[in-house]
């Protein structure tokens, strides 16, 4: 655990509906939900306030991409909304591959007897946790942190 930087983070899985938060300890060890935020115009403020509550260290805000690597029309969504959280910001927000973080949360809410009905409403924050466990693995592994950096950008408004 050499280069790893001790801190909570959060992780954050961007939807059209909903943002799931995820967080884990100052040690990275685990990563637990912590709260669906309807997708509105509060959402990037309401994760601010989160990240504040939380003393979060960074923000990872996962990036779908198809199996291939490639753009999906999710993907451009999920970097717009990390550039606004970035100008918003001065914590540090990076971008994480996370490929079938929701496919991976539905299939472990089924398998624990929970209907897509009823999981509707934590779906989103464990694939959050998924994204951000993932994360902190490679991060752990490499001793860099996991993704790419958002840079700080001026806002568009």
Excluded: N, W
């Excluded at 709260?35 to 003393?55: F, G, Y």
């Excluded at 209907?115 to 509707?120: A, L, T, V």
């Amino acid at each position: 655990m050499s280069g790893f930087r001790r801190g909570v983070r959060l992780g954050v899985d961007v939807g059209k509906a909903r943002v799931g938060v995820a967080r884990c300890d100052p040690d990275g060890l685990l990563a637990t939900p912590v709260e669906t935020v309807p997708r509105d115009e509060r959402s990037i403020a309401r994760i601010l306030e989160l990240a504040t509550e939380h003393e979060a260290i960074a923000l990872y805000v996962g990036l779908p991409t198809s199996l291939s690597g490639g753009d999906t029309p999710s993907t451009a969504d999920a970097r717009a909304f990390a550039a606004e959280l970035a100008a918003r910001t001065d914590r540090e927000v990076r971008l994480v591959d996370e490929r079938l973080s929701t496919v991976s949360a539905h299939a472990a809410l089924r398998s624990s007897g929970r209907s897509q009905k009823k999981s509707r409403s934590i779906v989103d924050q464990v694939a959050a946790v998924i994204l951000l466990q993932s994360a902190l693995d490679g991060e752990k592994q490499t001793g860099r942190p996991a993704g790419t950096p958002v840079p700080p950008a001026e806002e568009t408004e």
